[in-house]
């Protein structure tokens, strides 16, 4: 594998910083992370950012196919200039921005569900786990590479700072485990911090199913968007449209004290509540 830098410097091109570019230098890491995988031969992978192919390339020896999603159209000859230079004939490049890309569509045309894998942007990764969650019915599972800092945000546990929107709306669909830290110093341009790599499966049966998923994330939303405030306080000045006493009267009968904030709120009692205050409009529409 020729180095990051090379090759961009033999292409007359330059890390951007704007797409949050790094790329992984050290070969040895980019199999572990296949190899802690464990890819079974005849996966479809679905590549999230495969920059100069150092992860695409181990993969594609590794499963049945890849789809490599690449934003970036000045890296795709090099990316394709690699894969052929190691015979290499399992890969569709896909040259767009992953947010747009209609999984469904993809997900329709290759007949089964994808693992989804890559080294994400840190100023796209949130925006990228909601896509997936949106879109689990097209995923068993992802191994995604983040800043560590937002890879304990996501993982995290009640109670503590960390525990925030991210971490329910994921814990509510889906299992999170750690499969190894990454340091800064096999990434070129070289980031400020290290990276985890988390492995994410998505259930095929909720544990604590939402009446309606869409209203679920909402509440979620509005109470860690007041996160100081309680969760009196933040849902109701929240764009729920709920007023002071529906809120209190859904937190009476969910059990939950209005004093508490949202990080002390388990992903059951979030699904309590949502449900109570769903079905209390129900109840309010059907009798305008």
């Given at each position: 594998m020729l180095s990051p830098k090379r090759l961009l410097n033999t292409s007359d091109l330059r890390a951007k910083k704007a797409l949050g570019q790094n790329f992984l230098t050290d070969l040895s890491t980019a199999m572990m992370i296949v190899e802690k995988s464990r890819l079974d031969p005849e996966a479809i992978v679905l590549e999230i950012g495969a920059g100069l192919g150092a992860l695409t390339i181990p993969m594609a020896k590794t499963v049945r196919h890849v789809y490599a999603v690449e934003k970036d159209s000045s890296l795709v000859p090099v990316l394709e200039n690699q894969l052929n230079s190691f015979h290499i004939t399992n890969v569709t490049i896909l040259n767009q921005n992953i947010l747009n890309l209609n999984l469904q569509?993809?997900?329709?045309?290759?007949?089964?569900?994808?693992?989804?894998?890559?080294?994400?942007?840190?100023?796209?990764?949130?925006?990228?786990?909601?896509?997936?969650?949106?879109?689990?019915?097209?995923?068993?599972?992802?191994?995604?590479?983040?800043?560590?800092?937002?890879?304990?945000?996501?993982?995290?546990?009640?109670?503590?700072?960390?525990?925030?929107?991210?971490?329910?709306?994921?814990?509510?669909?889906?299992?999170?485990?750690?499969?190894?830290?990454?340091?800064?110093?096999?990434?070129?341009?070289?980031?400020?911090?290290?990276?985890?790599?988390?492995?994410?499966?998505?259930?095929?049966?909720?544990?604590?199913?939402a009446s309606d998923e869409k209203f679920l994330f909402d509440v979620i939303k509005a109470a860690f968007g007041k996160r100081r405030k309680t969760l009196k306080n933040a849902l109701t000045q929240s764009q729920l449209s709920l007023k002071s006493q529906e809120v209190l009267t859904g937190l009476e009968i969910s059990g939950i004290d209005p004093y508490r904030r949202a990080e002390t709120l388990s992903v059951e009692e979030f699904v309590h509540l949502s449900n109570t205050f769903f079905l209390s409009k129900k109840k309010t529409i059907a009798h305008v």
């Open positions: 569509e993809l997900f329709e045309k290759s007949g089964e569900k994808f693992i989804v894998m890559g080294n994400l942007p840190y100023n796209i990764s949130s925006q990228v786990l909601v896509y997936l969650i949106q879109n689990r019915h097209c995923v068993t599972q992802a191994i995604l590479m983040f800043q560590k800092e937002l890879a304990e945000r996501i993982s995290a546990s009640p109670g503590g700072k960390d525990y925030g929107r991210l971490s329910v709306m994921l814990q509510y669909c889906a299992s999170v485990k750690h499969l190894m830290e990454i340091k800064a110093t096999v990434f070129f341009p070289r980031p400020k911090v290290d990276s985890s790599v988390i492995e994410v499966r998505f259930h095929d049966q909720l544990l604590f199913p």
